[in-house]
């Protein structure tokens, strides 16, 4: 009797790591293109990615380079002050999107152009993405509107 008792017991044991095995592979499985990693145009420029990878790139829009009007596509760079790398993006951009303003693009690294899929931009005058600001303070770019950092 002891014996069947510690086979089952073994028994419920293996049966409850494999559905935990098997619950965190498909947990794992279904957030596989939730996931976007963030870049700055420097760390982009360093070490692109494939052209399958999507991901979230962020800086400033830089000056002088944002391009409407030619059909669809939007056309723009992005610096963070070490580096600038060129977008295109087909859509509506949002109201406060701008040159020399802050953004977060989620997109692919295709032929050297970042071809973005959705483009953020802050939604006052004063939000910046915590990424975007870590970037450009990286690059000795930005300085705190209030002073403090």
Known sequence: MKGLKKRRRVQVIALAAVALVLSTALI?????D???FFRSPTQLVADPP????V??????VEEGTLVRGQGETI???????????PVAYTG??????????GMVGTGRWIDGVFVATEI???????????????????Q??????????
């Open 50 to 53: 494939g052209p399958a990878e």
């Open 34 to 36: 939730g996931i976007n």
């Open 75 to 85: 056309t723009f760079r992005v610096t963070d002050g070490g580096a600038s790398v």
């Open 28 to 32: 794992g499985y279904a957030m596989r």
């Open 92 to 101: 509506v951009l949002p109201d406060l999107f701008g040159e020399g303003e």
């Open 140 to 149: 000795g770019v930005y300085v705190d509107p209030d002073g403090s950092g």
């Open 120 to 138: 953020l931009a802050r939604h006052d005058e004063t939000y910046m993405p915590k990424e975007v600001i870590d970037a450009l303070k990286e």
């Open 55 to 60: 991901f979230r790139l962020g800086g400033l």
